[in-house]
């Protein structure tokens, strides 16, 4: 309870590891649990005075003092590294305790002479299976559980066809072919460097949010005004460059402002942070997800983020991040896309087609993906002609290499306006693979 208090995201991090109050015998820290959990749900943050404040509006001060608050943070510096520790370390507390109560009970009963063995056993069942759901909750169920949940999901999309709960990447021949993007799902957008794939995911979460899916995107690359310049770009039509040369018109800077007030209200949040490891990312995730009740993250880009140990190598690292980016994604039901470089085998390639192999560093993250999407631009290499003679001016191309619910595809074309660093939809459906 007092790793909770110490620092103010931890609870969000870590709280839904504890399933039940009862992993506590003191009612004081049932009581505790308890108005975290509450706290958690209405948004306000957990620290000593909020906390204390909470208390006092039920009444609890008497029972649990400001001081004793204090007190349960006192021996604590850092609680975030040992916290999941200690709470596995009170389930096997409390799995023990309730085998103790379970035994002492059947004993009691075997040695009824009255009592059926059979019914007993059965008892012995009930128990075990009591136990296991008040420690680890209720993970394992029938086949019937799943039906009427998924049946219900495939009317509400057939009966709400705009609010289904797959979130749409805005490039139709792509929506085509994975139906969106799905809560707790991990997806990997792979290109090498200069392909734009910073700037389709800026795209892809623009869309979220305009249609009215609250998306965060971590960028540890560029900065938030940097991500704002192109996103106010490619609505104004106006070239970021040019417009912050300060060489426009009068009527090009009312479109500039205009293109940047319509963003004002839109659930959109950027978070610029350039060192950041996967904990940090989690915990930062869980906030905004309760604060914000966001639907969608994207991370950019998945190299960047550090496992947190110091002392691993790149491969530890990159399969410690692509791990938890899929609990993250698992953990709060909602999609996660992460950017990825590429090796660069891909530029010693005849055609520069980039495949699975080619994902940088570890093959965890090709294990760990739903789905992996590459996004290629064959004018970048020179390349004139696709294979049929068309010409790839302002050409690119996106692969489903891997599609966990869907099939596979190559070569959904998009058209790349370099200038607002923009992807549309292709204007030809010629271009399109049979």
């Given amino acids: 309870i007092g790793g909770f208090l110490i620092e103010t995201g931890n609870f969000i991090e870590f709280g839904h590891l504890i399933i039940s109050d009862e992993i506590f015998t003191d ?3 049932r009581t505790l649990f308890n108005l975290f959990k509450t706290m958690t749900e209405k948004g306000i943050v957990i620290e000593l005075v909020s906390v204390a404040q909470e208390l006092g509006s039920l009444n609890k001060l008497k029972e649990i003092s400001p001081v004793f608050l204090s007190n349960l943070t006192s021996n604590i510096t850092n609680a975030s590294p040992q916290l999941e520790s200690w709470i596995r370390y009170l389930q096997q507390i409390q799995i023990k ?24 056993f059965g008892t012995v069942s009930d128990l075990i299976q009591k136990l296991n759901d008040s420690v680890f909750g209720k993970r394992i169920h029938l086949m019937k559980d799943h039906i009427s949940s998924y049946i219900d999901g495939i009317q509400n999309a057939f009966l709400n066809k705009d609010s289904i709960r797959y979130i749409k990447s805005g490039i139709d021949d792509l929506d085509d072919h994975i139906t969106g993007f799905e809560p707790g799902t991990l997806t990997i957008l792979g290109a090498r460097p200069g392909m734009g794939k910073s700037a389709l995911a800026t795209q892809i979460a623009l869309n979220a949010v305009k249609s009215g899916k609250p998306t965060v995107l971590f960028s540890l690359e560029m900065s938030g005004d940097e991500i704002m310049g192109r996103i106010v770009s490619s609505i104004s039509g106006i070239p970021k460059n040019i417009a912050e040369s300060g060489r426009i018109s009068k009527e090009q800077l009312d479109e500039v402002k205009k293109a940047a007030e319509s963003l004002a209200d839109l659930p959109f949040y950027i978070a610029d942070e350039s060192a950041l490891d996967v904990q940090e990312l989690f915990s930062e995730c869980r906030f905004f997800k309760v604060q914000n009740k966001i639907e969608l993250i994207i991370v950019d880009y998945l190299q960047l983020l550090k496992s947190g140990n110091s002392k691993s190598s790149i491969y530890e690292d990159v399969t410690e991040v692509s791990r938890k980016l899929k609990q993250i994604a698992k953990a709060l039901n909602v999609p996660v896309i992460a950017l990825s470089q590429l090796s660069r085998e891909v530029d010693k390639r005849a055609d520069k087609c980039p495949v699975l192999s080619d994902l940088r560093e570890s093959g965890s993250i090709e294990q760990d ?24 001016e302002g050409l690119a191309i996106l692969s489903i290499s ?29 271009l399109r693979a049979a």
């Fill in 27 to 29: 009612p004081k820290f």
């Fill in 97 to 120: 305790r309730e085998i103790n109560i379970a035994g002492k009970f059947l004993e009691t009963e075997s040695l009824k002479p009255d009592v059926d063995s059979i019914k007993l």
């Fill in 369 to 392: 993906a739903d789905k992996v999407i590459f996004l290629f631009r064959p004018e970048y290499y020179q390349q004139r002609e696709t294979s049929d003679g068309h010409s790839t």
């Fill in 402 to 430: 891997k599609n966990r619910n869907g099939p596979l595809k190559e070569n959904i074309y998009l058209k790349f306006i370099p200038e607002l660093t923009e992807f549309r939809n292709y204007e030809s459906r010629k």
